[in-house]
């Protein structure tokens, strides 16, 4: 019997629950089809910058008491935003499911915005952007986004310029708002112990103030790869070799998973295993395969010191090459393994069964069973495996280093290698 339910209301707002019946608490959150890729040039970081400004007061309540209403009931109330939606949340006990839809559904239709309020946060918001500028393992991911993507909004840093934010006024936010946060492009979500028709008659209730869906365009994403390095006094030299990946409705997605799980997925991947516990090059190492709903990346970080930079990028050039060739099975069966156990763990949390829930309807628009997932994860076998790292690695590459960077290859010489 499925545990989870979707409901669309009058409005196109979508209202979606996964009921956990051994649990005594609840997350729910609204899910909002506006990122930083649905921004034009000259406001970059308008999705991050409302998802600070609604917490900071409406007609009904000011910013301690948004904050203070969650917790007074132990609960935690947050946000998040991504280059194609952001997500307000609660996570509360499950007799106080219908305050944090009221405190939610407050600061989205009736934040008030405050020029006061927007001063401020703007300042918070440029502090942000600085630390990550002063972070070279955020840093780095942000400019490996924009070097492969240059020149259009998917790569773009989700955070803004500080230029950006300083620009971005009260009438852009609300401006912004009107136009992406309609209700059909809104998810209301819920997991935990929760009863689906409860939850659909808050929604009801609570969003009756949304503004009018309006069309939004979306420029799609354009991969193009290259070299970007900064020399800058670090300890480490940090470090992402990269390539063009798969969008999420790729048949070859699960394959890609499957792929980078081998290469850099834990402890016994191949990566790790010939670049730290082998040669000790590194501390940290691993792949990555960000997806979007049009395109996607791949990815491999590495963290390492000035003079093992020139020995460790053949290392890793060699592992991509041996995989091209074929994967063992015993190799494809402890990735495919690694991949089942870490989907069934994330099932014990409503945290994430909430998030997962809000995903799979923003980019499939149903709930994708647990049994339909682990079928496809079985079914990628080692033809799956070697015909994406063939396509994968025969895409120009991305190269991004900060830090010591004298010893660092040209992005000539890996895709020689790579060729």
Same mark, same amino acid.
């Given at each position: 019997m499925t545990t989870v339910q979707v409901s669309t209301l009058e409005n196109g707002l979508r209202v979606a629950t996964d009921t956990m019946a051994s649990v005594e608490t609840v997350s729910v959150g609204v899910w909002v089809e506006a990122g930083s890729r649905f921004e034009p040039p000259a406001i970059s970081g308008?999705?991050?910058? !409302?998802?600070?400004?609604?917490?900071?007061?409406?007609?009904?309540?000011?910013?301690?008491?948004?904050?203070?209403?969650?917790?007074?009931?132990?609960?935690?109330?947050?946000?998040?935003?991504?280059?194609?939606?952001?997500?307000?949340?609660?996570?509360?006990?499950?007799?106080?499911?219908?305050?944090?839809?009221?405190?939610?559904?407050?600061?989205?239709?009736?934040?008030?915005?405050?020029?006061?309020?927007?001063?401020?946060?703007?300042?918070?918001?440029?502090?942000?952007?600085?630390?990550? !500028?002063? $972070?070279?393992?955020?840093m780095i991911f942000d400019?490996?986004?924009? $070097?492969?993507?240059?020149?259009?909004?998917?790569?773009? @840093?989700? !955070?803004?310029?500080?230029?950006?934010?300083?620009?971005?006024?009260?009438?852009?936010?609300?401006?912004?708002?009107?136009?992406? *946060?309609?209700?059909?492009?809104?998810i209301v979500a819920a997991a935990g112990k929760i009863e689906h028709e409860a939850l659909v008659a808050l929604a009801r209730r609570a969003f009756n103030d949304l503004p009018k869906p309006t069309a939004v365009a979306r420029e799609h994403g354009r991969y193009r790869g290259?070299?970007?390095?900064?020399?800058?006094?670090?300890?480490?030299?940090?470090?992402?070799?990269?390539?063009?990946?798969?969008? *999420?409705?790729?048949?070859?997605?699960? @394959?890609?998973?499957v792929l980078t799980t081998v290469l850099g997925g834990g402890m016994s991947s191949r990566l790790f295993?010939?670049?730290?516990?082998?040669?000790?090059?590194?501390?940290?190492? *691993?792949?990555?395969?960000?997806?979007?709903?049009?395109?996607g990346l791949f990815g491999i970080y590495a963290g390492t010191g000035e003079d093992e930079v020139a020995e460790l990028m053949p290392v890793i050039t060699d592992q991509l090459i041996s995989v091209r060739d074929g994967v063992p099975d015993e190799e494809l069966a402890r990735a495919r393994a690694q991949i089942r156990a870490s989907m069934l763990m994330s099932l014990e949390s409503t945290s994430a069964r909430c998030e997962q829930l809000a995903r799979q309807l923003m980019i499939f628009g149903r709930p994708i069973p647990v049994a339909e997932t682990m079928e496809r994860i079985e079914a990628v076998d080692g033809d799956a495996v070697r015909r994406v790292a063939q396509r994968i690695f025969s895409s120009p590459p991305t190269f991004a280093v900060l830090g010591p960077i004298g010893q660092a290859p040209s992005i000539d010489t890996i895709a020689a290698r790579l060729a």
């Open positions: 308008a999705s991050h910058f !409302l998802e600070h400004m609604v917490f900071k007061g409406t007609r009904r309540r000011d910013a301690r008491a948004i904050a203070e209403e969650i917790e007074s009931v132990g609960g935690h109330l947050n946000a998040h935003t991504s280059r194609e939606h952001t997500a307000f949340y609660a996570k509360v006990l499950k007799d106080d499911v219908a305050l944090a839809v009221d405190v939610i559904a407050d600061f989205l239709q009736n934040a008030t915005l405050d020029d006061v309020e927007l001063c401020r946060e703007r300042t918070v918001v440029i502090q942000e952007i600085m630390q990550s !500028l002063d $972070t070279p393992d955020d400019r490996f986004q924009e $070097t492969a993507f240059p020149d259009q909004p998917l790569g773009r @840093p989700v !955070l803004g310029a500080p230029e950006h934010i300083e620009q971005i006024s009260r009438d852009v936010l609300l401006g912004y708002m009107r136009e992406h *946060y309609g209700a059909p492009r809104m290259g070299d970007w390095r900064l020399e800058r006094d670090l300890e480490q030299a940090h470090i992402i070799l990269g390539f063009k990946g798969v969008s *999420y409705r790729d048949p070859d997605f699960y @394959p890609l998973s295993q010939e670049a730290r516990e082998k040669r000790g090059l590194v501390y940290n190492i *691993y792949a990555f395969p960000p997806s979007y709903t049009d395109t």
